[in-house]
């Protein structure tokens, strides 16, 4: 018996997105050092590079489906980010 799984593929270009300078949860960019290797935004997110960036083209596939990634900060505003550059 064959079961077939429906999914959604969203094609995003990692060039325009930037996920590893990109917070996942309040979408501040912040451009980092490859040797950089975890994610540590002023609006409390943490995580290492690689999870931050699958988070963040995650979220990214998300908004551009109209749906907010659950982990996001509504509140948040990039000004408000202490570690913006
Ligand atoms: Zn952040």
Do not use: N, Y
């Amino acid at each position: 018996m064959t079961r077939c799984a429906s999914c959604e593929l969203i094609v995003l270009d990692p060039r325009e997105e930037k996920p590893s300078q990109t917070c996942p949860a309040c979408g501040i960019v912040r451009k980092k050092a490859l040797s950089e290797r975890e994610h540590r935004c002023g609006c409390g997110f943490a995580a290492t590079r690689d999870q931050a960036s699958a988070l963040a083209m995650l979220a990214a596939g998300l908004r551009l489906k109209g749906r907010e990634p659950s982990w996001a900060m509504r509140s948040a505003k990039p000004e408000t980010c202490s570690r913006a550059a």
